[in-house]
Each structure stands twice: as C-alpha cells, then as structure tokens.
C-alpha cells in the first residue's frame, strides 16, 4: 500500500531536527512521497535541502505572512531551480486579528497569476474568507490545486470541488470523532477529487498531540478515511497517491 502525504512541514521542529528519521518511519508505512509547502521567506532558503528522493517541494508566501515582501521573479527562480511541483502554501485567513486583508489578496492573486503561468497547481490555506476565495479563484481563471486541511461541511466541499474542480485533503481532524462537519465532507467527496495530508507537525490526530505528528501518521488518516467512506484503506490509499501524482505531476 502506497501513500502521499500532500502536506507537511518538514523544515518546522522538531520534525527539522531529524528529517532522515521521520522520513524512515514514514517509508516504514508506506508513505512513499512527502509534498513540502514553504510558508515565509526563512522556509524558502530551506527547500533546497529538503529535495530529494521521496520528497517534492512547493514555494509560496502564506496569508499569515504577506507584510512579508513578495519578489514573484524571486519565487519563480526558486520553484525552477528545485523543480517545486506547486505553488504554495498561499490564500487567505480573515481569522487573523487585525489581518490586513488588502494585501492578504493582492499577495494571493499574484502567486495565483503566478502558477497559472507557469502551469502548477496551487496548495491553499482558507479561513473565513471562503466567499472571498471563491470569487477570485473565478475571477482570475481556472487554476489547479488543492484546498488543505478541509474542514467544512459538505456544501462547501461541492461548492469547491464541482464549482471550481478543486481537490480537498484531509488530515488529522478526521480522526477526531467530534469533527462532524468534515467526517460527513469526507464521506461525500468523490474519489478523483481526495487527498490525503498530516499538516506536521501543525495538526495533531486523535490522541496525538500536533507536535508529535509526523507523515507516518498519513496512513492512520487513509485508515479512519476509509472507514467514513464505506472503502477499504486499500482502495484510499491506491486513489489517493494517484489523485496525488496526476495533481502534482509526481513521477
């Protein structure tokens, strides 16, 4: 059984302080793909450390940081000097106190502008601000990619997925039993349009805590995934990496 972890952190603490070991108990449950997502600028200088068998990287400035200066000739110099297979971590958070969320959208429609012109897919971030993210991503054209961490009901999860053909990982929320709305969207995605993520060491599982979250802990996401959608962990796993792989052009 085949897994892709389409969203982790590797270069946060305290995955960052053994890599080769998370990678190694990760491969230990069949996680044969990591997808890193740079989140500010320090995270960008990092990527190139991290490329390697195994695991694939994308460079973005996430919402969280747009008073960050963003050099688009300096992110398109990065994604082609690693060969990122996405552009990302980006979009929009109006839950931030005070967000300044004129320049959260004008840091989001160039990176979006962005990928779209060098044919990537797009890993987003969205928090209270869906009307908004709906309405750009159809303002500004279709665009490839993945809405993550997907914890909404099954109305916004059609709304994306037929509306606008996007993709929704899911991750350790599912496994928490309270976690109504997203267990129910989980349960009604279709297939081609599901991914898999950890969101290590950001979001914990049932029983674990964030910190101690690593991409191995993806195949317990396929596991609790499977049991919501009526499908063996099998069948997941087998759709998944595949959404995966036609998504990020994974080889």
Same mark, same amino acid.
């Given at each position: ?54 695991v694939a990287v994308a460079y973005g400035l996430h919402p969280w940081k747009a008073n960050q200066p963003l050099e688009l000739d300096l ?66 054209g279709p665009v490839r990619g993945v809405l993550h961490a997907f914890s909404r009901g099954p109305e916004l999860a059609r709304r994306l ?10 991750? @350790?929320?599912?496994?928490? $039993?309270?976690? =109504?709305?997203?267990?129910?969207? !989980? +349960?009604? &995605?279709? %297939? ?11 979001? @914990?599982?049932?029983?674990? $805590?964030?910190? =101690?979250?690593?991409?191995?802990? !993806? +195949?317990? &996401?396929? %596991? ?6 009526g499908e063996r962990p099998e069948q997941v796993a087998e759709q998944t990496t595949e959404n995966a792989r036609q998504l990020f052009r994974?080889?």
């Open positions: 059984m085949e897994l892709i972890d389409t969203h982790c952190h590797l270069y946060f603490d305290p995955l960052a302080t053994d890599v080769p070991g998370v990678l190694g108990r990760a491969r230990a449950e069949g996680v044969v793909q990591v997808v890193v997502p740079a989140y500010d600028l320090s995270s960008w200088e990092a990527m190139p450390t991290l490329v390697g068998p195994g992110l398109e110099q990065q994604i082609r000097s690693t060969g990122a297979v996405a552009v990302g971590e980006i979009g929009l958070d109006f839950a931030i106190p005070d967000a300044d969320r004129r320049r959260q959208i004008d840091a989001f429609t160039e990176q979006l502008d962005l990928a779209r012109r060098l044919d990537l897919p797009v890993i987003l971030h969205c928090r209270r601000a869906f009307d908004a993210m709906e309405a750009l991503l159809r303002e500004r997925v037929e509306g606008l053909d996007l993709h929704l990982a899911f991750g @350790g929320g599912v496994t928490r $039993p309270a976690a =109504r709305r997203s267990r129910e969207s !989980v +349960a009604t &995605v279709p %297939a081609r349009r599901l991914l898999l993520e950890t969101d290590a060491p950001s979001i @914990g599982l049932e029983g674990v $805590p964030p910190e =101690r979250t690593e991409p191995r802990h !993806v +195949a317990r &996401v396929a %596991a609790v995934v499977a049991e919501l959608r994974l080889s």
